[in-house]
């Protein structure tokens, strides 16, 4: 079996061609396992980052709950001043009371 010249011409071109496509691919695989590499890295970058905000969050979050109590302590505490305050108001009233009262009885024992 004879091929013409323009046949072997064909026959070397899609050689030539399929050879090229070959090269392409090759380099294509490799730089898709290149960006496949740095995606994964991102990811566990990005997942390393998310875990580290949660446990801030948490943090802060526990933070929050901590000072909210303080908050209502604090609150108490000055609730308790104040009943306190207005106690020792009402027991000055009434010493003031029984300091008049006495006075008046002295006065009374110093007239007789």
Known sequence: ???SEWQRLGIVLVSFLLFI???IGCASVKEMREHRAAAETAMKAAQEAAMKAEEAAK?????AAKAEDAAN???SCAIKAQTA???AEVAA???ERMAEKCERCFEKGLRK
């Open 93 to 95: 009233e009434k010493a």
């Open 73 to 75: 302590k604090a609150q």
């Open 85 to 87: 305050a207005d106690k």
């Open 59 to 63: 943090r802060a979050e526990e933070a």
């Open 1 to 3: 079996m004879r091929f």
């Open 21 to 23: 496509f070959l090269i």
